[in-house]
């Protein structure tokens, strides 16, 4: 059975820094693309970032190129996103997601509050 | 990167069909045949419902149906059903990114 299982969310200061963690197990997670999808309360899903199966490509929405890192560990079959310089507006659910028949398996997701 | 663009809202009685929305550009649901849909109830996490713009996943039922014509893709849900009150987002690739719709409501009055 496909699971992916988000952590590493919390309440950060603007300015701060967080990493969040996928781990994913029941498939052989090198050979997915995977991706960060994120939830504003009250809004609309907007994608983040993507990376392919041996983390050699990465892309990003506008609003987090130069502030998020998308990485992936194989060996660990996890999949993180490291977030610097956050600001209030990256406050959201933050769920991960694999890429096969579209945006297939989700996980539950991991809220990540930046507030003073 | 902006976001596609689906109606806030649409609404029918159970057993009839409503059709949800959602317009692009060429760069992303015109150029692409990798449009996927997106059911969502409150609190939980996003259900795949389409993919590829008109490929059901397994457990999908088939009154569940997408198309795609130009910019514009549609999901089409028959004989509407108490449960599928719910959002709906659309999504596409556009190259080397993804984008989603602005998400629609759909009322089962």
């Known amino acids: 059975e496909v699971q992916l299982v988000e952590s590493g969310g919390g309440l950060v200061q603007p300015g701060g820094s967080l990493r969040l963690s996928c781990a994913a197990s029941?498939?052989?997670?090198?050979?997915?693309?995977m991706h960060w999808v994120r939830q504003a309360p009250g809004e609309g899903l907007v994608w983040v970032s993507r990376?392919?199966?041996?983390?050699?490509?990465?892309s990003y929405t506008d609003s987090v190129q130069g502030r998020f890192t998308i990485s992936r560990d194989n060996a660990k079959n996890t999949l993180y996103l490291q977030m610097h310089s956050l600001r209030v507006e990256d406050t959201a659910m933050y769920y991960c997601?694999?890429?096969?028949?579209?945006?297939?398996?989700w996980g539950q997701g991991t809220l990540v509050t930046v507030s003073s | 990167q902006s976001a596609l663009t689906q109606p806030r809202s649409v609404s029918g009685s159970p057993g009839q069909s409503v059709t949800i929305s959602c317009t692009g550009t060429?760069?992303?649901?015109?150029?692409?045949?990798?449009v996927s849909w997106y059911q969502q109830y409150p609190g939980k996490a996003p259900k795949p419902m389409i993919f590829?713009?008109?490929q059901r996943p397994s457990g999908v039922p088939d009154r569940f149906s997408g198309s795609k014509s130009g910019n514009t893709a549609s999901l089409t849900i028959s004989g509407l059903q108490a449960e599928d009150e719910a959002d709906y987002y659309c999504?596409?690739?556009?190259?080397?990114?993804?984008?989603f719709g602005t998400g629609t409501k759909v009322t089962v009055l």
């Open positions: 997601a694999r890429d096969q028949d579209g945006l297939g398996y």
């Open positions: 029941g498939f052989t997670f090198n050979n997915y693309w």
């Open positions: 990376i392919n199966g041996d983390g050699s490509s990465t």
């Open positions: 060429s760069s992303d649901v015109g150029g692409y045949n990798y």
């Open positions: 590829d713009v008109t």
């Open positions: 999504c596409s690739y556009a190259g080397t990114h993804a984008v």
